[in-house]
Every structure is written in structure tokens, then in C-alpha cells.
């Protein structure tokens, strides 16, 4: 581990929020991949709604 880390791992001020921001960052891929699904299946249901014949 370099200076840098050691400083990272061994700051006491506002080790809490940043162990939440790097847990967040650590976790995004994940997110962006539900939320890009999410939005493609309201998508694809909204274009179902449009064409359905009524």
C-alpha cells in the first residue's frame, strides 16, 4: 500500500461518510445496471400500451 492508502486508512476525521461514499461508488455499477433495466422494461411497456389495438 502506498502513502496515499496508508493516509486514506489511517485518517480519524469523517471516516464514516467517507467509508459511505466509497461504499456507494464501490456498489454503482450494480445500480446503474438495475436502473438502466428498470427504465428499459417502462419503455418497452409504454410502446405495448401505444400499439395495443383498442
Known amino acids: 500500500m ?3 492508502g ?3 486508512a489511517h485518517m ?3 471516516v464514516g461518510g ?3 461514499i466509497v461504499a456507494v ?3 454503482w455499477p450494480g445500480i446503474c445496471s438495475v436502473v438502466v433495466a428498470a427504465s428499459s422494461m417502462i419503455m418497452i411497456g409504454i ?3 401505444n400499439d395495443w389495438p383498442q
Open 2 to 4: 502506498g502513502v496515499a
Open 6 to 8: 496508508w493516509r486514506f
Open 12 to 14: 480519524k476525521r469523517n
Open 18 to 20: 467517507r467509508a459511505a
Open 25 to 27: 461508488l464501490e456498489e
Open 47 to 49: 410502446m405495448l400500451c
